[in-house]
């Protein structure tokens, strides 16, 4: 049987390390770490993803505003607020919930917020220091997958990994991640020949593709280690009720090494990887060179090293 | 026989089109291309790559200047150099030669410069917009191995190409390229198992890893496409004379669709792309909407579509 490798309990274990860091960031005379939501219009699922993040904030001690502007909101008020939020020196993260009403250039916003409160990851300079390999802050659900990752897989280097989807929020970020780490790393996407084949030769397996099940059985060796971040919503016939499914079969691919679940895998571990990136943006915007914002150890690259090396 | 594909001649069909675009911004009433190149001390291959250089921008009609500084020039004087230059309206390119003096930080000079004036392309901000295909500057040699591959490649869609070498000047960049042409995209490097039989199942080929003649004739299916970027100067045992070997055992691979020479090939390609990128950021810094600097149609990749749309 493959080990299922529990988001839920990992992102409580990477909890609890960002609230001692929290703890000790207060013992050591730096402000809280602060973390600002902007959510601009009515849009019900942005409403409760808002609210989670809020919450969890509140749970590991970093201070959390919500901003909340009408869906008619200018894109020059947006801006005027991103502008005044980089120069606060109170807060250290900003993330803008997206989707943005129409009227909105989405990118021009996204690249306004100060790369080093961007904790998101999703700023044109922070994508080009993970790219190369120096610093930066990495995206949430990224450096999830290689959290779960590190928890099952002991040694990186040359290992086969295949990325299934080339998205640039999690596919490309995750395939650099990987060969950061010394895999040998395959992308693959919709136009991709022969994909089981593919598979089939890798240790490692990132399903990305947002396709529910489509990872077989016969499409996984044996040993193998699956992280599935697929969540697609579908009807379940059996009970007429909704539920998630991910893109891989998972009764399927018992004889891998271990699997990540759907819920209760990836998921979990964004929350958790956003508050971790708003602490170590707090303490690189604090002068903690263990934590610099600058190239070589940015904040969450020294977290994930920190992560491995703490393995 | 394998095609050989003629670096030399398509980098002279590219400076062509370069002049006929500078022609055309001058009938525009635009201000001539101006390319800035920054020489810190004496080192003695600097001073070859410089000249070659600014006599390439004289031959497509670029403005060249050499702004040399001594081998104990400080820091903030460069610095102080390249935030005049940034905000010179004549200067359109700037590029600043390595390797520079050990008492300067290499990193921090070349972000110092203007992503829109960043002709290298090695600006975080560049990388970022590769990396997630949204346009900026593409460094020279990828961006002529883009223009080689497409000379003998009719369609990328779903091809199979593996990247010898995961370096940031060549091999990472070369990947976000032929992933955004929809290859699926295997990228290789010193700690990959099995070289071989990744490469043997390759529709394409982009060897990047500087090791002479790494690439052997069994390595190579029939059909293949093979792109050697690798220069290595070694000493001919017969003639006692140095001479420049490739990453690929070029009389090997004759079963091959196409392969570029050393020298001869990725070469002479890369200060024809400078050239280029120094015209189209020179276009888009002058507002010429089809070359412009925002994310969507970038300087190089405005170029690379259009050298791609005009075969």
Redesign the interface.
């Known amino acids: 049987m493959a080990d299922i490798i529990d988001g839920r309990a990992i992102a409580r274990q990477l909890d609890e390390k960002t609230k001692t860091q929290v703890d000790e960031m207060l013992a050591a005379g730096m402000t809280r770490p602060g973390l600002v939501v902007i959510l601009v219009g009515e849009d019900g699922a942005s409403q409760v993803y808002v609210r989670r993040k809020i919450k969890a904030c509140e749970k590991v001690g970093i201070n959390s505003i919500e901003h909340r502007l009408p869906a008619d909101a200018s894109q020059e008020e947006l801006l005027a607020l991103i502008d005044q939020l980089n120069k606060d020196p109170e807060v250290h993260g900003i993330l803008c919930q997206v989707p943005l009403p129409e009227h909105i250039d989405t990118?021009l916003v996204l690249r306004s917020i100060s790369p080093d409160k961007d904790v998101d990851g999703f700023?044109?300079?922070?994508?080009?220091?993970?790219?190369?390999?120096?610093g930066?802050i990495v995206p949430c659900t990224p450096l999830g997958v290689m959290i779960l990752l590190q928890s099952v897989v002991d040694d990186f280097?040359?290992k086969?990994a295949v990325v299934i989807g080339?998205s640039?929020i999690v596919g490309?970020p995750v395939?650099?991640l990987l060969?950061d780490a010394?895999c040998?790393?395959?992308?693959?996407?919709i136009?991709?020949?022969n994909l089981p084949a593919?598979c089939r030769k890798a240790d490692i397996i990132v399903a990305a593709a947002g396709a529910p099940k489509l990872v077989k059985g016969d499409w996984v060796k044996d040993g193998a280690v699956i992280i599935d971040v697929g969540i697609t919503r579908i009807m379940d016939e059996e009970t007429g009720k909704e539920k998630l499914v991910g893109d891989v079969a998972f009764d399927e691919v018992q004889h891998a090494k271990a699997v990540t679940p759907v819920p209760g895998g990836v998921g979990p571990m964004t929350i958790a990887c956003l508050l971790a990136n708003t602490v170590q943006a707090a303490r690189a915007l604090q002068g903690d060179k263990d934590a610099s914002s600058d190239?070589a150890d940015a904040p969450s690259r020294t977290m994930f090293t920190e992560a491995l090396s703490a393995k």
């Not at 044109?124 to 220091?129: D, H, L, S």
């Open positions: 990118r700023h044109p300079v922070n994508v080009g220091r993970l790219s190369t390999g120096t930066g280097v040359g086969d080339k640039n490309k395939a650099n060969l010394e040998t790393v395959t992308v693959t996407h136009y991709t020949h593919i190239y």
